[in-house]
């Protein structure tokens, strides 16, 4: 195992700007998930990484080697792809071992490794089949088996369950989790699936554009969002975003010159045109309620519902139990404490301090 760290990386493509200079530290052992888009740079950082595109500019060290100038065979990473990648000539065992056989490792310790691998991934029943005989999920473990026999210093995940159907999704991710638990290996994962993102991250970098544009834990992401961007990103259904304006005073703020709220505390960000952002499930039915939110849909989940509808001109969605009673057509009022409230400058598009 090792550190990955990324200083001062870009890459073009001619005139195009796909990365912007980006550096990152990701620790001995950390899984880092890489988020965001289609197109907003995370696959061409990963290919940089293993050695598939070359930077720009910049530094890439794995450990305590730079590996700009190597080969991805001299990088010791292994890289699970999307679409599997898989020989279809070969049987599961003769994949499991194709790339240890290339490097002339010993055949009792390829054994050793092929054993090992399909105990972990539970492969054993399927080491004499093709991969045409095999399951979308069965063909995701052989090769994430097929990494794992190398006992690489860094594994690489480029979305490898985005072919796959929902359920097998779900169950995949754990697998993975439960995976990276057991060997403890420095870990980079791409994903456009926040629910991907936030269940698998010990770390994410949300990426945007070409850049980052936050990193942290999974839980101080979502509750302080440091962009708009990554506010809208960020949750099913992501925060509800308020064209609004900060009172003279700086102690309320204002929605469509009607919908007034309190602020937990004087407001100091400079400037009076704001973005308010709102959680769905921080909107809470009551009686005294200052918000008048007329619901055009309802939308049931099992044990949550989410409710469509308007805030004066201002789209919004509100995150209530299962059971609720609100239906179509019915104006209800609502209530958000001020704790929940995040400011971001309109202009900008950051987080304002607060």
């Known amino acids: 195992m090792a550190q990955l760290i990324l200083q001062g990386v870009t890459k073009s ?74 020989y279809p000539h070969m049987r599961v065992r003769e994949n499991l071992t194709y790339g240890l056989r290339l490097r002339h490792t010993p055949r009792e310790e390829i054994e050793r490794r092929v054993r090992w691998a399909a105990q972990l991934l539970g492969l054993d029943e399927l080491l004499d089949r093709k991969p045409s005989a095999l399951s979308g999920g069965q063909r995701q473990r052989v090769a994430m088996g097929r990494a794992i026999v190398r006992e690489p210093q860094v ?15 779900n169950h995949m ?120 939110f007329d619901i055009a849909l309802r939308e049931e989940l099992g044990a949550e519902t989410l409710l469509h509808g308007r805030i004066g001109r201002q789209a919004c969605v509100v995150r209530v139990g299962g059971d609720a009673a609100w239906r179509e057509g019915q104006r209800v009022a609502l209530h958000a404490p001020p704790s929940a409230l995040h400011l971001f400058d309109r202009a900008s598009g950051r987080r304002l301090p607060g």
Not at 51 to 57: D, I, K, T, V
Not at 155 to 167: C, M, T, V
Not at 224 to 230: D, E, G, K, L, Y
Request: aromatic letters at 6%.
């Open 13 to 86: 493509f001619g005139k195009s700007v796909a990365l912007e200079e980006t550096s990152l530290h990701v620790d001995d052992g950390e899984f880092v998930v890489l988020v965001g888009p289609s197109g907003c740079g995370k696959t061409t950082l990963l290919r940089m990484i293993a050695g598939l595109e070359s930077p720009s500019g910049g530094d890439i060290r794995i450990g305590d080697r730079r590996v700009n100038d190597l080969e991805p065979q001299q990088r010791d990473i292994a890289m699970v792809f999307q679409n599997y990648a898989l």
């Open 155 to 169: 594994f690489l995940f480029d979305e490898p369950l985005s072919n796959l159907d929902a359920r097998l999704r």
């Open 173 to 292: 991710r754990v697998e993975i989790k439960q995976l990276h638990q057991r060997l403890r290996t420095t870990t980079v994962y791409v994903t456009h699936d926040q629910v991907e993102a936030m269940t698998l991250a010990q770390r994410m970098v949300v990426m945007n554009k070409g850049r980052i544009e936050q990193v942290g834990t999974p839980g101080e992401v979502y509750a302080r969002p440091a962009s708009v961007f990554v506010a809208g990103f960020l949750g099913a259904p992501g925060m509800n975003l308020f064209d609004a304006e900060v009172a003279d005073d700086g102690r309320s703020v204002a929605i469509d010159g009607d919908v007034t709220l309190r602020l937990d505390r004087p407001f100091a960000g400079g400037t009076r045109k704001v973005v308010l952002g709102l959680r769905p499930e921080a909107l809470v039915p009551s009686p005294d309620g200052e918000w008048a």
